[in-house]
């Protein structure tokens, strides 16, 4: 297991990493951005990633995951020409 802390209201664990990013869309509605994380995993994490605007028809989806980070997709986004603001949720739960 990794590392966790609390300081100031927030949590700070190895496994567990979360953030913000913008990912700009064509008029189609796709597009994609890189994401790294602050700290390196242990091993591949899991990855949720939503939404944090109305979008009606996108599909978010994460590609290459590593253990330092992801790429953020999304196609067919209701929001084109535009950047779409996505959250993501990292987890490792490697008990090595």
């Given at each position: ?27 189609s509605g796709d597009g994609t951005a890189s994401v ?53 949720m990292a987890f490792n739960d490697d008990r090595r």
């Amino acid at each position: 297991m990794g590392k966790v802390g609390f300081r100031s209201g927030g949590i700070h664990a190895q496994n567990l990493q979360g953030g913000i990013v913008d990912v700009t869309v064509d008029s189609s509605g796709d597009g994609t951005a890189s994401v790294t994380f602050d700290h390196p995993m242990k091993a591949k994490p899991g990855i949720v990633l939503i939404a944090q605007e109305t979008d009606t028809t996108g599909t978010p989806c994460v590609s290459s995951p590593t253990m330092t980070g992801f790429t953020a997709r999304v196609d067919g986004s209701s929001v084109t020409g535009d950047t779409l603001t996505m959250g993501w949720m990292a987890f490792n739960d490697d008990r090595r």
